[in-house]
């Protein structure tokens, strides 16, 4: 089940102390992903023309990304008790490209929620943490962040889905390209 089958549901909008709590939470995250990703020059994360060029390094985008990835990963986890496991995979991924071509980086993050029942509110709190986070990375020194209207992609899976292997959960039983697992309850 992905985050975009579940039915409609009016969405009643965040208290401002919310809001305010979730912007600053995405600028943690930001933060600590940075800080991870550039941990042998630091200096650079603080002084914004290094980080300009920092940022145009495939290799440190991707370690943002895969900082964000888990960060996301834990507070997904500590916000819904019915998370069971989160997952993160590159739908890009092929094994089979020997071309050694650099293409841009996506910076997007995928990941798969495996979660016991779907429910309107951790659907809320993904399409906000979603909004605060994209908010958040657009502040970088880097036009493939400040285009973004979206950085998240969290697909929600049921047990059921996954013993049935149907949709996204057919990746978790992937032999060229698995989902890594990231967190687990």
């Not at 990375?137 to 962040?145: A, G, N």
């Amino acid at each position: 089940m992905t985050l975009d089958t579940l039915a409609p549901q009016k969405v009643e909008s965040a208290p401002a102390h919310q809001v305010s709590s979730l912007r600053e939470l995405a600028k943690t995250i930001r933060a600590s992903a940075i800080a991870k990703a550039l941990s042998d020059r630091r200096s650079h994360a603080s002084n914004e023309a290094l980080l300009e060029l920092e940022l145009d390094r495939p290799a440190v985008v991707e370690a943002i990304k895969d900082s964000i990835a888990q960060e996301v990963a834990r507070t997904l986890a500590a916000h819904d008790p019915q998370i069971q496991a989160i997952y993160s995979y590159d739908p890009s991924g092929n094994p089979d490209n020997e071309t050694g071509e650099d293409r841009l980086p996506d910076v997007t993050i995928h990941l798969l929620a495996l979660i016991a029942a779907p429910s309107a509110a951790l659907q809320s709190f993904i399409l906000a943490l979603d909004s605060a986070l994209t908010e958040s990375l657009k502040d970088l020194p880097s036009p493939i962040f400040q285009m973004r209207e979206s950085v998240l992609d969290i697909n929600l899976l049921t047990p059921k889905d996954v013993q049935q292997r149907t949709g996204y959960a057919g990746l978790l039983s992937s032999l060229f390209a698995p989902a890594v697992k990231l967190w687990e309850r």
